[in-house]
T-cell receptor, first 113, second 113 residues
Framework: NAGVMQNPRHLVRRRGQEARLRCSPM?????VYWYRQLPEEGLKFMVY????????ESGMPKERFSAEFPKEGPSILRIQQVVRGDSAAYFC???????????FGQGTRLTVV | DQQVKQNSPSLSVQEGRISILNCDYT??????FLWYKKYPAEGPTFLIS?????DKNEDGRFTVFLNKSAKHLSLHIVPSQPGDSAVYFC????????????FGTGTRLKVLA
């Protein structure tokens, strides 16, 4: 049973480009969470999704950031017009239902140059 | 507004002794708590959890204690091993909310051989 898969592991983008981060949850998991970790900081909640629904996006910046979890395929975190401050590790987690333990992927390290 | 706080950024313990990591929370609606371990350049790994209906949960060398009146939980690792050296995060959520997990800022544990 494969764990949570995130790709790419490392992503370099120039300022102004778009970044797309992918997350395939564990088999049987329909709940996905995205977190961001800035250097030397903790994990900051961004968004919580179920299949085809955004449940809670209270941690997501209002502009340039969007997330989706379609009926088929991985969850996507999209950052438009990236800036240097977007450089961070982005982690995805999944759980079989709300209120249970969430399992994390290895993360995508985004570097904006 | 840091709802989950880990006030000790680092802790050093001798191999074989007990490690005690502490976590405080402010939101009285939190009713489920988790501990994660994180190595550099990897995603967090789930360790142990506790529901607010309990005050203790044990799994091998790991025990989590919950003091609801003090809004405090702690993770005990005994005996500590060098492989336990990592950053430990506590997390919390409320089952009456949207199940998003709120993380503390982490405590870096170093177990000395």
């Amino acid at each position: 049973n494969a764990g949570v898969m995130q790709n790419p592991r490392h992503l370099v983008r120039r300022r102004g480009q778009e970044a797309r981060l992918r997350c395939s949850p564990m088999k049987g998991h329909s709940h996905v969470y995205w977190y961001r970790q800035l250097p030397e900081e903790g994990l900051k909640f961004m968004v919580y999704l179920q299949k085809e629904n955004i449940i809670d996006e209270s941690g997501m910046p209002k502009e340039r950031f969007s997330a989706e979890f379609p009926k088929e395929g991985p969850s996507i975190l999209r950052i438009q017009q990236v800036v240097r401050g977007d450089s961070a590790a982005y982690f995805c987690a999944s759980s079989p239902m709300g209120g249970t333990e969430a399992f994390f992927g290895q993360g995508t390290r985004l570097t904006v140059v | 507004d840091q709802q989950v706080k880990q006030n000790s950024p680092s802790l050093s313990v001798q191999e074989g002794r007990i490690s005690i990591l502490n976590c405080d929370y402010t939101n009285s609606m939190f009713d489920y708590f988790l501990w994660y371990k994180k190595y550099p350049a990897e995603g967090p790994t789930f360790l142990i959890s506790i529901s607010s209906i309990k005050d203790k949960n044990e799994d091998g060398r790991f025990t989590v204690f919950l003091n609801k009146s003090a809004k405090h939980l702690s993770l005990h690792i005994v005996p500590s091993q060098p492989g336990d050296s990592a950053v430990y995060f506590c997390a919390a959520h409320t089952t009456s909310g949207t199940y998003k997990y709120i993380f503390g800022t982490g405590t870096r544990l170093k177990v000395l051989a």
